[in-house]
């Protein structure tokens, strides 16, 4: 436990070190980027348990987040053949995803729709995704559209472009990059990064409140929850992951939303 505490400590500093100098005494957003893949169950757990507290805790007044539904896909010798890490059907979520994006680039409409995704994502049941129409209340001829007239398609071979270009080169999924700096394994910590990258004046309640938090809380039960890039292709979903992820599984952004799309 105390090297664990060490090594995310070593990390944060590392990054305070990379970004110092990068940033204006200004106001201004922290950049926060995720590269992920539908079916995978740790980027499904960062997104439900993770990234929509940014939602709950004020932080989302003060980052820009971006989110590229790609992951560890491949693209074939043609250029233009998508194969994922966890097969078709995520390939299909991953083209749906980008597709929310495209169409609806206010971020608490499109976080509604993908979160939603994920959650069924967690529990195992994504083939009902259609079912997140009618709970996040959107209509559901934008992505129709988007997917059957191959947009859905440019848009999936856009992502890959992007992730394929990322310095340093992502090694697994979830991978986390607050204002270009990968955080890797201590994603679930990156409300720490994105409070020290923050250098605005504007009081954010994730950051005041982030001394009472400590590492080990967020680390006590986490083992290296991610998705390598070089692993070969593996079931939709683990059921070892999903027994032990979906039991986190809790949210009142998600609660909360849900109820007003109603």
């Given at each position: 436990m105390a090297l664990r505490r060490f090594a995310s400590l070593f990390l944060l500093l590392s990054y305070l070190l990379c970004s110092i100098g990068s940033f204006s005494v200004s106001a201004q957003n922290v950049s926060l980027a995720l590269?992920?893949?539908?079916?995978?169950?740790?980027s499904a757990n960062f997104i439900v348990n993770g990234l929509a507290k940014i939602f709950e805790n004020g932080l989302v007044s003060v980052v820009d987040l971006?989110?590229?539904?790609?992951?560890?896909?491949r693209i074939g010798?043609?250029?233009t053949s998508i194969t994922c890490?966890?097969?078709?059907?995520?390939?299909?979520?991953n083209t749906v995803e980008a597709c929310a994006l495209n169409a609806w680039p206010d971020l608490d409409?499109?976080?509604?729709?993908?979160?939603?995704?994920?959650?069924?994502?967690?529990e195992g049941t994504y083939r009902r995704w259609p079912s997140c129409f009618k709970k996040s209340g959107l209509e559901s001829k934008p992505i129709t559209d988007c997917t059957s007239s191959g947009l859905g398609k440019k848009l999936e071979l856009k992502y890959a472009?992007?992730?394929?270009?990322?310095?340093?080169?992502?090694?697994?999924?979830?991978?986390v990059v607050v204002d270009g700096q990968p955080i890797y394994e201590d994603y679930m910590n990156f409300i720490s990064y994105v409070c020290a990258a923050y250098k605005g004046t504007a009081a954010v309640k994730a950051c005041k409140?982030?001394?009472?938090?400590?590492?080990?809380?967020v680390e006590s039960d986490r083992t290296l929850q991610v998705s390598f890039a070089e692993q070969s292709s593996t079931p939709p979903f683990e059921a070892t992951a999903a027994a032990k992820i979906t039991s986190?599984?809790?949210?009142?952004?998600?609660?909360?939303k849900m109820a007003a799309s109603k």
């Open positions: 590269y992920y893949e539908s079916l995978c169950p740790y971006k989110l590229v539904p790609y992951g560890n896909a010798s043609d250029g890490q966890h097969g078709p059907y995520e390939c299909l979520l409409t499109h976080f509604r729709f993908i979160y939603c995704i994920e959650s069924l994502v967690m472009a992007e992730t394929n270009a990322l310095q340093p080169p992502h090694k697994y999924v979830p991978w409140e982030l001394p009472l938090q400590t590492v080990t809380e986190q599984a809790s949210s009142g952004w998600h609660q909360v």
